[in-house]
């Protein structure tokens, strides 16, 4: 489903060679029950029927009440179901659908918040809280200013269309969901926020948009299966995610994730977060960052080309594209020309020093999307446990988080 090539990567077989011991401790770390929150990597197995219904029936009621659903949430808590939504959609016709999907909590900008208030103040509403902690400050701002206007609407009756995801023990917005009556779903204590895509935090926003996420999670067992071996030259996530590494030792301290679907954007959003917080420890790490071409060959080209090589780049394609448009006398569709420019670009920048790694998708749906999110997951997971750090906490996040708080609370 998902091709990784590391031809132009210029990382040779006995490279490779001198990780295998390291990434089979590591693999049989990663799938034993001894590494903390490491619940998502056997979660595409466990995942039940009666949690897919659970989610179908809530997706369901969301749908018969409303036109609008904000989704309130923001990293891992976010990301997930606003890059796959961007994936899957035909952004132009989002606006016609039957049910509005809009995210908020992911910025404090009082003019956004405004504004899409503003928009959806005719629509019938109804909230989807994602917080894995049920404290982060930014999600509970905009979910008290969400129920606010709930309330205001619907009176008593506002709760019934709170749909919240949370830890299913600890927090605030566990308290609040038990105490208020709200639809609530575990986010299981054993997978943190950027490991959850496919618990119902993906999910729900997903299925209340009319996907389907059998398919997801289909896709998802697919990538398990595939990413199952511990042996290097049988398991591409892992081969990736050592690829890495060997670069980051040869001094490339920028990975450079491109896309030429502009679909992907928020992906490339999602996979920044995904490594960033996963790796970026202790002083080392590669940085994330994310160009969209052929945009950006208009405007980062020339650096890409010429310019400090600090960076190796990871270019994503998808084989069969949704759908393909050209003109009466035209020698080539668009996707066979935005096809040949990514041959041109990969041969121009290769031959620029860069190394490059390329990595296809046959083409963009549901299950594609499950594939993926499990695919990089567990490249991520082996590029951190090769590297030394553990890929699922985040202090320095909470470093910040502990600032905001005690800042908030000085009059
Ligand atoms: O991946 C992570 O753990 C973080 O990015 C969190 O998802 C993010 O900080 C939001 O946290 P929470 O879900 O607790 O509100």
């Excluded at 083409?363 to 890929?391: H, Q």
């Amino acid at each position: 489903m998902l091709y990784f090539d590391d031809a132009y990567a210029g990382i040779m077989p006995e490279d490779y060679a001198q990780y295998a011991q390291k990434v089979h401790d590591a693999h049989t770390h990663l799938h034993s029950t001894k590494m903390a929150m490491s619940g998502w990597v056997d979660y595409p197995k466990k995942i039940s029927d009666a949690y897919l219904k659970s989610i179908l029936l809530a997706a369901e009621q969301i749908k018969s009440q409303s036109t609008v659903l904000v989704v309130l949430g923001i990293g891992g808590s976010y990301l997930g179901p606003k890059a796959c939504l961007d994936m899957l959609e035909d952004e132009f016709l989002t606006e016609t659908k039957a049910l509005k999907i809009y995210f908020a909590g992911w910025n404090l900008s009082g003019t956004y918040h405004h504004e899409l208030l503003n928009k959806i103040k005719d629509e019938e509403l109804s909230l989807c809280v994602i917080s894995k902690s049920g404290t982060t400050m930014e999600t509970a701002e905009a979910f008290r200013l969400f129920k606010e206007v709930l309330i205001k609407k619907y009176g008593e009756k506002y709760n019934s269309r709170i749909y919240a995801i949370t830890d299913p023990q600890s927090g605030a917005l566990r308290k609040e969901a038990e105490e208020n009556g709200y639809t609530a779903f575990e986010l299981e204590s054993d997978i943190g926020g950027r490991y959850s895509f496919l618990t119902a935090v993906g999910l729900l926003p997903l299925c209340a948009a009319g996907y389907d996420i059998y398919k997801i999670v289909q896709g998802a067992r697919k990538a398990y299966e595939d990413c199952l071996p511990a042996d290097l030259a049988q398991n591409s996530a892992y081969r990736y995610g050592v690829g890495r590494r060997i670069l980051n030792e040869r001094d490339k301290s920028i990975e450079i994730f491109c896309v030429y679907e502009p679909k992907m954007q928020y992906f490339l959003e999602w996979l920044k977060q995904l490594f960033g917080e996963s790796e970026g420890k202790e002083g080392g790490g590669l940085f994330p960052s994310s160009l969209v071409f052929s945009r950006d060959l208009h405007s980062m080209g020339q650096f890409l080309q010429e310019g400090t090589p600090l960076f190796f780049e990871t270019v994503l394609s998808v084989n069969s594209p949704q759908k393909d448009i050209g003109y009466e006398g035209a020698q080539r569709t668009l996707n066979e020309q935005n096809e040949l420019v990514r041959k041109a670009v990969l041969q121009a920048h290769n031959k620029g020093g860069t190394p490059i790694f390329t990595i296809t998708a046959e083409k963009i749906s549901e299950e594609m999307f499950g594939y993926m999110t499990y695919f990089f997951e567990k490249a991520c997971a082996m590029s951190c446990m090769v590297m030394g750090v553990d890929p699922f906490n985040q202090p320095g996040v909470e470093v910040y988080k502990t600032e905001v708080k005690k800042m908030l609370s000085v009059k």
